[in-house]
């Protein structure tokens, strides 16, 4: 019997006495302070609590986590910390110690809410459930308690859960009600949010890793979502394949046997339309930090209605999607749902009852769980092969190594130098140099992001459509940073030496030449922008001056190729300072060295348009990148561009990807205010297509490239727009591009590169009459080999064709990326692809 719930149920008030009405009520949504004031409370009151504060979100609103377990257990949390923490390392447990701990120890589930924050439910329901646990006292909740450290996180994103309420409040009861709000609910990356579990680079996904992941390496992380309101009313696993190869066969069978758990609770509950194994695979790693940390990473996705406002579907309008008809009873969904309104209390409900039911398996199946918990991390640890990644300290950009072997030291691979030269693989390699075993506890999350990744060619019918994937084909980390990494299959001996977070610095280069006027740094690396934006912010002297150089410079004996930057007129100690900061090299130049062939680099004025669709994720992806290089910019509005007066403001307009039609028409009259629909229109477009023949330069990506070619009569042709998806297909891969080093849009870069692809344009150029230059073809997918990693279908289609395009357009210029250099703030290896076309309209 409970020592603690009666003292508790005394202190508490239920979410309907704090709140005023039910969460899941229709209409009611509680605003994020509301929740965490409640979450306190709760905590306060009972001793079945602990609630933490892990500190702000990107714009503020606290970031919380509630542990709940029985009384006694909270008052030990540090005490079951540490049997998780031996659980997941066998190096230092034995099987016989194993067996000790995981008598001792709990199932700890972590459930995660509203990462997408239009996805309201779970973070409803778990005001309730966090209730429910405190204070009852019937078996099944018991059972629960005293078994399972539930840590609850009731939402990965509360600056979104902010954003939400505020539309959701301010149009209830208007035409606009259960809309999306016009912007991205999360400030970079919006609904991207969750693909962020291995480059770790916004505030929130670190919150969760450093603050929850690693203290507790929970068994099982819930993660509720929902979908859209056409198909089936609720999805949990089995997930369809193909699963990434690196996630243990134990956890994919706990996967399995946990979606079936809360499949049968629910149907028992005669809760209608629930569906397993459509649509979402476990490929990704972006998606399933888990998978490689020991846990299974459970997925599910109710059926949305307008955020608390509720729709009514009838069955015959039900939708069948990527093969799956939600009005047809099948072995993988025996309900269909009868059709009808659908509410916000629906979604709550189904939640609930998924979440005591994977709790409940939690609970009773508890040293199954921690003892699979364990053999995972002895398989991970006793693996045979492949033996290591190698991966020299000084390639053409170092930064960028310690940039990549940080993401992996974050995600808790351990990293080691060596301390001596040793061979591996048949190559010498130099002390310094880092090795990442792959035996290690998280070998698994190592080696799903350094390897090449082999992508199964799944059709819907044999010689049919491919099965799209459910996020992109490839990760590799060495290709997406342009790092050299070497996979070694087989042991060598090599001296090795374990090193932590503070030792992964850029090495220090010292400078080259006898202190003079004129200093160089070369272009190779993304650091190398971070300084010179500093270097034009004033941070070098105020009257310090940049210019580039458009051919070789030979000093001594080095030749300082096209793109390196040269410097002037600057205080020597804040320069060397700077470049100390990035471990750059600078070469003085002799003050009595011949004039070299240069332009001068002024920071252009840039804008950024930013679109009102709530789904344009890839501007905020943008706006993150520049900030976090220091790129002024100001953001472009629909209103600004059908305005015009474009050229007296910007000298550079960015476009990111979206696709041109909601550029052009933006958000329907019909659901959104007047101020946040309508687009660009056609004015807008031709506002462009002034700024551009006056001088401006129009930098477009990806799908946004349409837009360009229509309306500034860009004489290139998308050769891919016809095809089938029988045909060619790449939903996301990593290609080679042959880059023209020569060009200011490939300065820095070396002939071949790597450049994520998503099913973008590829173009093939036009002669336009009347033109004074011609275009450029900047960058080039080869005749062969185009596939790095990941999946292609009829890459023949794509052989030869530009994928990076510059086209003089009267006074000004259009620049067309086929492809996103900057895609999720991960391809470092492109970022200076853009930062060419932004910096080349402020050559002169
Ligand atoms: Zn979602």
Known sequence: MSSDAGRARAAIRSPQEFFGYVPGDARKLPSWPQIVAYFRELADGSARLHFADLGPATEGQPFIAVTIAAAETIADLDGYREIQRRLADPRSTSPAEAEALIARGKTVVLLTCSIHSNEVGSTLMALSLAHALATGDDDQTRTILDNVILILVPSLNPDGWQIVHDWYTKTLGTPHEGTAPPTLYHTYTGHDNNRDWFMFTQVETRHAIAGIHHRWHPQIVFDQHQMGSEGARFFVPPYIDPYDPNVDPILQQEINQLGYAMVAELTSAGKEGVATAIIFDAFSPSRAYQHYHGGVRILSEAASCKICTPITIAKETLREARGFNPRVAAANHPLPWSGGEWTIADIVAYERIATLALLDNAAQGRERWLRNFYLVHKAAVEREGPYAFVIPATGRDPGATVEMLGALHFG????????????????????????????????????????????????????????????????????????????????????????????????????????????????????????????????????????????????????????????????????????????????????????????????????????????????????????????????????????????????????????????????????????????????????LRRFVDAGGTLIALDAACELAIEHLYLPVTNILAGLKSEQFYAPGALFRIIVDPTHPLGWGFARDTAALYINGPAFEVRTAPGEREHPAIVAHYPHSNTLLSGWVLGPQHIAGKAAIVELPVGRGRAILFGFRPHFRAQMRGTYRLLFNAIYRSGLA
Request: with cysteine.
């Open 412 to 687: 808790g691979v351990e990293i080691e130098r060596a301390t001596a030269p040793f061979t591996a693989g048949g190559v010498r390699y130099e002390v310094g140099t880092y090795v990442i075993r792959l035996a290690q506890p998280y070998g698994a999350f190592a080696k799903t992001l350094l390897e090449i990744q082999t992508y199964p060619d799944l059709r819907l019918y044999p010689g049919g459509p491919p099965k799209p994937p459910y996020d992109i084909t490839a990760q590799t980390l060495g290709l997406q940073f342009g790092v050299e990494t070497a996979q070694i299959d087989h042991p060598f001996g090599a001296d090795l030496r374990r090193i932590g977070a503070d030792e992964l610095t850029v090495p220090q280069a010292p400078s080259v030449g006898a202190p003079s006027g004129t200093a160089l740094l070369g272009a190779e690396g993304n650091d190398s922008v971070r300084a010179i934006n500093a270097i034009l912010g004033g941070e070098a002297g105020a009257g310090t001056t940049v210019a580039r150089l458009t051919a070789p410079w030979t000093i001594g004996e080095t030749e300082h190729t096209p793109g390196t930057y040269v410097v002037r007129d600057f205080a020597a100690t804040a320069l060397v300072a700077l470049a100390g900061r990035y471990g750059l090299r600078l070469t003085f130049a002799p003050d009595d060295a011949p004039a070299p062939q240069e332009q001068r680099l002024q920071m252009p004025r840039i804008g950024l348009y930013r679109s009102y669709k709530a789904n344009a994720m890839d501007e905020g992806w943008t706006r993150f990148v520049l900030e976090e290089y220091a790129f002024p910019f100001t953001t472009v509005r629909d209103a600004d561009l059908r305005q015009g007066d474009l050229l007296d403001r910007f000298d550079c307009l960015l476009l990111a990807h979206q696709p041109a039609r909601e550029i052009l028409d933006g958000n329907s009259a019909r659901e959104y205010p007047a101020e946040y629909s309508g687009g660009i229109g056609e004015r807008g477009a031709s506002k």
